[in-house]
């Protein structure tokens, strides 16, 4: 199909483009609506929303995406700089136009609650934001294009650690191409849904699902997408839930790995992922396929992942070096040389695993203290200061409901 062509041609054909657009420099304006609120905390962008799905959605479409509206183009200029020059237009088109109809069917397959949150998000946005409004939410389920790094250490291995006093860190690179100008509209969200868990994202406004965050239980996600699998399953099944709404529940409704484990078995899946994951008390990566969930936890205190499965049921025998996945890997695990991991340590390891230019964010989660050390802006990220965010205040309950307080 025209789809399964653009998975297989689009993996490196992206990288060519990276320069291909103007890099102007932007900057989100402050401001409230309803009880959402942009401002800056140490310089980082952060936007904090709560309420019901159509509270949410409707205050990150006026305070992030609607000043962003480069960012409603960005899905299409990624889907067409992923083809070859040769390929004409029209097909192209025709391409553009089956993706969004599967993106359409993806969309069915999420939670009511979701659901509610995107169409409030299409309702205050203009016309021209609407394909890519649907895109940018099932477009990297159907091509994968994400990198990343992940790593999960328990600190001060060398001292008597038990399970209940383990301090862990966890790290990651996301790895994704830029086009020149998508680094400069990264966003620290606080979520505060009415019913669930709160949470911090890590994203750009405008997607409902989550790629890297934690809530306030501590428990850190991040996704990384793999290119094969040993298992036999499809590469993409229409009938799965999209992979980062996946994440966005285990952060509304969970408090443990074991919880979250439990979720990830119980949904459909679409693709090859990596999910790094790790609570207050152990970490590791849940490996997953449209058949099957693999499991593989700290060794000598350590985790990591890339672009490939690691374990027996799912590693692809004689697979590809995807974006240099194994010497990535292997520069996190080097991290196991070192007696006491703090975060300058983590933060050297994540440097010399980046991407370069596609490298637009770099962060560390701190799960017991609630802490957030972020890097975003110039690529790559992880070359620049890691600012720290205490999210503890920007996660606790209000004193009123968001209803009560309006």
């Not at 962060?363 to 720290?388: D, N, T, W, Y």
């Amino acid at each position: 199909t025209i789809i399964s062509a653009l998975t297989i041609a689009s993996g490196v054909l992206v990288w060519l483009a990276l320069s291909a657009f103007e890099d102007k420099p932007f900057r989100y304006p402050e401001g409230r609506w309803q009880v959402g609120q942009l401002r800056y905390i140490a310089g980082l962008p952060v936007l904090e929303v709560a309420g019901t799905p159509q509270d949410i959605g409707a205050q990150v479409a006026r305070l992030g995406a609607m000043p962003a509206s480069r960012l409603r183009q960005y899905p299409r200029d990624l889907f067409f700089a992923a083809w070859p020059r040769f390929v004409a237009r029209e097909w192209k088109e025709k391409a553009w136009r089956e993706t969004l109809a599967v993106g359409e069917r993806l969309l069915a397959n999420i939670p009511e609650r979701h659901r509610q949150e995107y169409q409030a998000l299409r309702d205050n946005l203009p016309e021209d934001w609407h394909e890519g409004l649907l895109a940018g939410n099932t477009l990297f389920d159907i091509k994968r294009l994400v990198h990343c790094s992940a790593v999960i250490v328990q600190a001060d291995r060398g001292m008597a650690k038990t399970a209940e006093n383990a301090n862990l860190l966890f790290g990651r690179n996301l790895d994704f191409p830029t086009l020149g100008y998508l680094h400069r509209y990264s966003l620290v969200l606080i979520y505060k849904p009415k019913g669930h868990y709160a949470f911090v994202a890590v994203g750009f406004p405008g997607m409902v699902g989550v790629l890297s965050g934690m809530n306030e239980h501590g428990l850190c996600v991040a996704i990384l997408e793999v290119y094969e699998s040993g298992d036999g399953s499809p590469s993409f099944d229409p009938r799965g839930v999209p992979y980062a709404i996946v994440l966005r529940r285990i952060l509304e409704e969970c408090r443990t790995l074991a919880e979250a484990e439990r979720l990830v078995k119980s949904v459909p899946r679409t693709s090859y992922y990596n999910l790094a994951i790790c609570d207050t008390r152990t970490g590791g990566v849940l490996e997953i396929s449209p058949r099957q969930v693999s499991f593989r936890g700290l060794e000598q205190g350590i985790c990591a992942c890339t672009n490939c499965f690691q374990t027996p049921a799912l590693a692809a025998v004689g697979g590809k070096n995807w974006y240099r996945s194994r010497e990535r890997l292997q520069v996190l695990l080097a991290l196991r040389e070192e007696a006491n991991v703090g975060v300058a340590q983590m933060h050297q390891a994540l440097h010399r695993a980046h991407l370069g230019a596609v490298t637009l964010q770099t962060m560390i989660f701190e799960p017991q203290a609630l802490r957030l050390h972020l890097a975003m802006g110039k690529c790559p990220a992880s070359a620049l200061p890691l600012v720290c965010l205490d999210l503890l205040p920007l996660l606790k309950p209000d004193p009123l409901s968001p209803t009560e307080s309006r």
